[in-house]
């Protein structure tokens, strides 16, 4: 009997990986690892509806719990790969055990990232990843009366959303000039920051944070001015950090994420990798991308399956990702990188519009604020221009 095709990694990436193997006609066996305690779930609600107590746990789960067996899928929740060995084609778990592999998926995501603060490690103190730093989180803001978060990136920007609408006060901290820079232009981040301002929320921008105050519990953030930012619990929002130490243990090229190509192959034969631990060529930004959204783990981890099968695979999306905060939605389609205009269609001072980037006449992406059927136009757009690329 041959080896099975084991997938590190119960997420996104590794369910839809799993899931597509099936789909496709593979009949050997498939074995789908996590360290976590949880079956595969999503991880949007967990700053939105999931964290206000509007959504059930049993909603987040990917797959109803009787679809392991159904398919044959071998879930092992609970189990952490400890090592890769590419020559044995061997991955060791942490308790010593050894598994063989034909074929190997790393799909380990990313991790929230520790900001080396003085007082980081005070009770109080908390990161948004996965399902029990929600519960923990969740559970300190129902005696909490004031918050700071630190980061002003989409999960610090829904925490403080939520937060707001369950009466605490909140104040967000980003050390850049304005919210969520790092993906879109000054116009979305000043209607975010005016809509977040409208209601309640402090925002301190292009300010440092010196460390987190307190002796044995968060009691706030003291800036780097100075001033001390009063808060019975403090959320680090300071990005995130894609997984990589079993592909660089195993001499697997990394440079931010894991490196693949087109078809989610690593520098290493028969070790594939996909979602957010990677970094893969883009021919449509001529470059290669690392995507932290459930657009590229599901569709990365459906293209290697069918690479892992042997099939033809280029994978090239219109990346788009989407966030809500109080009622309004944002969609992004395209990376909003590398432009030189942007064309506004709406008006923002009605809640609905779209901001379109261009470099020269090329159109690279759109955000849309609660304006799906741009959004939708958009994708397809953006799908056409890649197309006349790859032609
Ligand atoms: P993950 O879902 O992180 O899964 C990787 C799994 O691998 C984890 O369970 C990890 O514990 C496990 N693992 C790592 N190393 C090992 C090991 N050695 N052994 C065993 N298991 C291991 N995206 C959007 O598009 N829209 C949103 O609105 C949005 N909101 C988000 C809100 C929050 C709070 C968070 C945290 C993320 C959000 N995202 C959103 C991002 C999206 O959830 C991720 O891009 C997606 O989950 C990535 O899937 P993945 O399979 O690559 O990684």
Not at 10 to 17: D, E, P, V
């Amino acid at each position: 009997m041959s080896e099975p095709i084991i997938i590190v990694g119960a997420g996104q990436a590794g369910i839809k990986a799993a899931e597509t193997l099936r789909l496709k006609g593979f009949d050997g066996e498939i074995q789908l690892i996590g360290d976590e305690s949880w079956p595969p779930y999503q991880r949007p609600p967990l700053s939105k509806a999931y964290l206000k107590g509007e959504l059930s746990e049993d909603r987040l789960f990917l797959k109803a719990a009787d679809y392991f067996a159904g398919a044959g899928i071998g879930l092992m929740t609970g189990t952490r790969i400890a090592a890769v060995d590419p020559a044995a084609h061997a991955v060791t778990l942490t308790d010593g055990r050894s598994m063989s592999w034909s074929k190997l998926l790393l799909a380990t995501g990313t991790r929230a990232r520790i900001v080396p603060l003085p007082g980081a490690d005070l009770e109080g103190v908390f990161t948004l990843r996965g399902i029990d730093d929600t519960r923990h989180v969740a559970a300190a803001l129902q005696t909490a009366e004031s918050v700071a978060i630190i980061g002003g990136g989409y999960i610090g920007m829904e925490f403080a959303a939520v937060a707001r609408a369950m009466g605490k006060a909140v104040t967000v901290i980003e050390a850049q000039d304005r919210i969520l820079k790092r993906s879109v232009a000054p116009e979305i981040s000043q209607f975010f920051q005016d809509l977040h301002a409208g209601h309640g929320v402090r925002l301190v921008l292009g300010e440092g944070v010196a460390r987190i105050a307190g002796a044995d519990r968060a009691e706030g953030v003291e800036l780097a001015n100075g001033e001390k930012v009063v808060a019975d619990i403090v959320l680090v929002a300071a990005g995130a950090v894609p997984v990589t130490e079993l592909a660089e243990g195993a001499g697997l090229a990394v440079e931010r994420g894991i490196v693949v190509d087109e078809a989610c192959r690593t520098s290493v034969p028969d070790i594939f990798a996909a979602g957010d631990c990677t970094v893969f060529p883009s021919r449509r930004y001529g470059r290669r991308i690392g995507l932290e959204s459930v657009q590229n783990a599901s569709d990365q981890g459906k293209a290697a399956a069918l690479s892992m099968l042997g099939e033809e695979t280029a994978y090239d999306p219109v990346p788009w990702f989407w966030s809500d905060q109080y009622d309004v939605k944002l969609q992004i389609a395209g990376l909003a990188q590398g432009y030189d205009r942007t064309e506004l269609a709406g008006d923002p001072g009605e809640g609905r519009f779209a901001l379109r980037y261009f470099s020269g006449d090329t159109l690279l992406a759109v955000d849309a604020v609660n304006d799906p059927r741009s959004h939708m136009m958009a994708r397809k757009e953006l799908a056409a221009i890649g197309q006349a690329l790859a032609a």
